[in-house]
């Protein structure tokens, strides 16, 4: 048996039969013939951070360590390894005076990981990580090395390249191993982000025009309060304004990980207690500007272990959804410690995005490590699949092939170009075999 590999929360783990690091994508290919030579089924983890067990299988499992770097940059594009973080795309294109447009506030992701599960930050006019992807190379079933282009006519096993790349961008590895990703980039910017304590109640009362009137809104609210946290990014013309050496210690690793992490452990030891903790909280807010590189704003530092679903739905339903949840925590004994996070993107054209289709909010509940709290997820979850919701694919829920066909258009054709690329189910695993079926 191979090593056992583990999420980077630490409740998902799987021992394949065996463990490859491929450095090219000759080396996926080797490995996906030989696996299907096998009879085994194939997988190439990230860097774990999905909470479900989307990545993981139980014969060869392909470590992304050596398939790093950048390999070219054009005019208004960049190629990357499928292996390559997030983190080292954003200094690597920074150096060069480009950026990425949007991307969600971790960077520790694989782009073949975050691409393929549907990652996304906050926008109203820009869309997540998938809507910014012009060509993916891939491996298919039969080892095959194959380039899937936005703007391709061709037919790839009879499937229309256009399709494919549609179904692909979010394509849960399904479809083939993703070797390298090209994105479409744009010459390096400011943002300007302003920090600030606002009522949930306000809040409600003012979701248009807080939507409408940031090109990136980011909250969390404090449960058992009435206090949100909001983040909105616009970008700047400058000059850059970054937050001095102790200001960004104090918020991102102290107070946001070192203080937080200390306020769980106490509360997940005395959970009576997180209600007075939470109002602590919120009462330490305070309100702050600063201007920097765009990939310094759009992401965070995120070091406390926790568990966490996320639901999108249309953007319309978002202040019935708040509502509900609040509700539903007022009247439940739940002592939740972890904010509740709010975001928003314009439609996608990806066809298991979660905003595939119509402008999206989405609602992230999390919860510490060591205090799973299944019975919240659950209740939040009931609500969110009332109003047609749509389960991030990297994080916990419990929907399966038959709710997930009623809430995505082009599920049924997703299901048919699988069909044609993977007949023998080399990609599958536990986790697509509930999802698609």
Request: charged residues 20%; contains cysteine.
């Amino acid at each position: 048996m191979g090593e056992t590999f583990r999420n980077w929360a630490g409740n998902q783990s799987a021992t394949p039969t065996e463990v490859r690091t491929p450095s090219d994508a000759e080396g996926v290919s080797r490995a996906v013939r030989d696996a299907v030579a096998s009879g085994r089924r194939v997988r190439m983890i990230g860097s774990g951070h999905s909470f479900t067990s989307v990545a993981l299988t139980d014969g060869i499992l392909l470590r992304p360590d050596a398939l790093t770097g950048i390999r070219e940059v054009g005019d208004g594009w960049v190629t990357a390894e499928a292996g390559t973080t997030i983190g080292t795309l954003n200094r690597e294109l920074h150096q060069r005076g480009l950026a990425l447009a949007n991307m969600g506030d971790i960077d520790a992701q694989t782009l073949a990981g975050a691409v393929q599960t549907g990652t996304h930050g906050t926008g109203r006019d820009l869309g997540g990580l998938a809507d910014q992807v012009l060509a993916l190379e891939m491996v298919l079933a039969d080892g095959e090395i194959v380039t899937v282009r936005g703007d391709g006519e061709g037919k790839i096993r009879g499937v229309a390249e256009q399709d494919l790349f549609d179904a692909a961008r979010v394509g849960l590895g399904a479809l083939g191993v993703v070797t390298a990703v090209t994105f479409r980039v744009e010459p390096s910017f400011l943002l300007r982000s302003v920090r600030e304590p606002m009522a949930l109640s306000s809040i409600l009362d003012s979701l248009d025009s807080l939507v409408t009137g940031n090109e990136h809104l980011d909250f969390f609210w404090m449960p058992h309060t009435d206090t949100c946290l909001t983040k909105r990014n616009n970008r700047s013309p400058g000059p850059a304004r970054p937050p001095s050496a102790l200001r960004y210690w104090l918020d991102n690793h102290f107070m946001e990980n070192t203080l937080f992490g200390a306020v769980c452990g106490i509360g997940g030891r005395y959970p009576g207690a997180i209600p007075r903790l939470n109002a602590l909280s919120a009462a330490t807010l305070s309100a702050s500007t600063h201007t920097d590189a765009s990939h310094r704003i759009f992401t965070s530092v995120r070091r406390v272990r926790f568990l966490e679903m996320e639901y999108a739905i249309a953007r319309e339903h978002l202040g019935q959804a708040l509502r509900e949840v609040r509700d539903l925590l007022e009247v439940r004994d739940w002592k939740i410690s972890f904010p509740i996070e709010v975001r928003v993107t314009p439609a996608s054209d990806a066809w298991l995005s979660t905003a595939y289709g119509r402008d999206s909010a989405y609602i992230a509940c999390h919860v510490y490590r060591p205090t799973p709290n299944p019975a919240y997820f659950e209740g939040v979850e009931e609500i969110m699949t009332r109003l047609g919701g749509r389960p991030h694919w990297g994080k916990l829920h419990t929907r399966d092939a038959t709710y997930l066909t009623r809430v995505y258009p082009r599920f049924a054709d997703f299901l048919m170009v699988r069909d044609a690329l993977d007949p023998g189910r080399a990609f599958a695993n536990e986790y697509l075999d509930t999802v698609l079926g």
